[in-house]
């Protein structure tokens, strides 16, 4: 070693480890094997030790359940419980079949609306049918409405114009 002084000292921090110290059969920089080994022991061992007494606890917990014959503990001394209303259906395609069969049968046939006052309901068909006998309904055109109630044509009237809420069969006075 030509670069080393005589106090052992080396010329760089390279030189150090270019060779190995007499009699090593590995690189006397590597890691100490026998720390990781004892780690490694330590780590297996509590593991195990940890499995199984979270077993034992999880056992203990079983056999207390069983033995309880209480589903949930924070549930003891009350009763079953209705969530609050309203509640969801549990059939709906059964309720609104039993609705429109209700409805159908008001439609369909004969029956009593208010006894008291002598108020029936009759079928649909028979109703109509009547009402046409009977003359009641009129056909009213917007001009027509707009003539009974002003007296006066919508055409001839200045400043009105069909009125949005009514999709034109009224006529309304805008500012434009």
């Known amino acids: ?30 890691a100490s094997v026998w720390p990781i080994v004892k780690f490694m022991a330590w780590l297996a061992a509590s593991t ?28 003891t001394g009350q009763e079953e419980q209705l969530p609050p209303a309203p509640r969801l259906q549990q059939f709906p395609a059964n309720d609104l079949y039993q609705f429109r069969m209700g409805e159908q049968s008001l439609l369909d046939h004969y029956g009593w609306m208010n006894r008291d006052t002598g108020v ?19 056909s009213a ?6 003539t009974q109630a002003n007296g006066v044509q919508p ?4 400043g009105l114009i ?3 809420s009514s999709a034109g069969r009224t006529m309304e006075r805008r500012r434009q």
């Open 1 to 30: 070693m030509a670069h080393e002084d005589a106090a052992g000292h080396h010329a760089s921090p390279d030189d150090e480890y270019r060779e190995t110290p007499a009699g090593s059969t590995y690189e006397h920089t590597d």
């Open 48 to 75: 195990v030790i940890i499995f199984a007494g979270l077993g034992f606890v999880y056992e203990l917990m079983i056999r207390q359940a069983m033995e309880a014959e209480q589903p949930y503990p924070m549930a």
């Open 120 to 138: 029936v309901h009759i079928p649909i068909d028979q109703a109509m049918r009547l009402t046409l006998e009977r003359g009641v309904l009129q």
């Open 141 to 146: 055109t917007p001009d027509a409405a707009a």
């Open 155 to 158: 055409a001839t009237v200045p």
């Open 162 to 164: 069909p009125a949005d």
